[in-house]
């Protein structure tokens, strides 16, 4: 299984981004997907998930800004983030995951939820 992020790059305060992560190896459609950030100096901190099928959840510091979206044909996953603050800065990791304990945010969040982690991709938002 191959998780591949991609597009992030430098860009000003308020302006936006789309990073990608196209996955391979895994029966895509049947896999929970999710985008967690590390900043520097932080612990890896959950962004926001898509289930196979179709609902979100998303950390409060992006709601309204941030959107996950995936396209089954393609096997990708996307993370248009928009409005985007300095404090996003981080590099970003996509996840796939098969099961999971329980239906709730707690659950969709933690990292031990995940089977497979992509390399990572760096956004740095400039003030």
């Known amino acids: 299984v191959q998780l591949q992020a991609s597009g992030g790059g430098l860009v000003q305060a308020g302006g936006s981004l789309r990073l990608s992560c196209a996955a391979s190896?895994?029966?895509?459609?049947?896999?929970?997907m999710a985008w967690f950030r590390q900043a520097p100096g932080k612990e890896r901190e959950f962004v926001g998930s898509?289930?196979?099928?179709?609902?979100?959840s998303y950390v409060d510091s992006v709601k309204g800004r941030f959107t996950i979206s995936r396209d089954n044909a393609k096997n990708t996953i996307y993370l248009q983030m928009s409005s985007l603050k300095p404090e996003d800065t981080a590099v970003y990791y996509c996840?796939?995951?098969?099961?999971?304990?329980?239906?709730?945010?707690?659950?969709?969040?933690?990292?031990?939820?995940?089977?497979?982690w992509g390399q990572g991709t760096q956004v740095t938002v400039s003030s």
């Open positions: 996840a796939a995951y098969t099961t999971v304990d329980s239906n709730s945010y707690n659950s969709y969040s933690r990292e031990s939820t995940y089977d497979y």
């Open positions: 190896g895994l029966t895509f459609s049947s896999y929970g």
């Open positions: 898509r289930r196979s099928g179709g609902s979100t």
